[in-house]
């Protein structure tokens, strides 16, 4: 019976800690992909103005 708990603190806790930080990077990296994409059109609009010249 000891083993058995042994084993799920050892297995339950890495698990457990793993979700969470994926959760909590999964928000970040939203908000990173949000930048980027809008970094991405302000870039396209410098560009354009250029073509023309």
Known sequence: M????AQVANVGFPIVVSIYLLVRI???M???TLS???LSRVIEGLKTPLKGS
Do not use: G, Q, V
């Not at 000891?2 to 708990?5: F, N, R, S, T």
């Open 2 to 5: 000891e083993d058995l708990l």
């Open 26 to 28: 999964e928000s970040k």
């Open 30 to 32: 939203e908000s990173l």
């Open 36 to 38: 980027i994409h809008e």
